[in-house]
């Protein structure tokens, strides 16, 4: 888990829910997709937030000076 990419641990997620969701897994099983799919949430929300805090904006000024100014993913949608 830790070597597959963002967009790999998105899509194993998305195969857990869909595996949990159908309800075909014995209980045993169905607990570790559960323990695996928050371990995956997790770590997608930490690199999120890491790729977040790196996001930077230039925006150009009065004076014309560029000035950078923290993301704002609110403001974004």
Known sequence: MENMSFEQSLARLDEIV?????????????????EEGIALVRRCNGELERTEAKIKLLQSGENGKMTVVDFDAEEAN
């Open 18 to 34: 869909k595996l949990l969701e159908s309800g075909n897994a014995p209980l045993e099983e169905s607990m570790k997709l559960y």
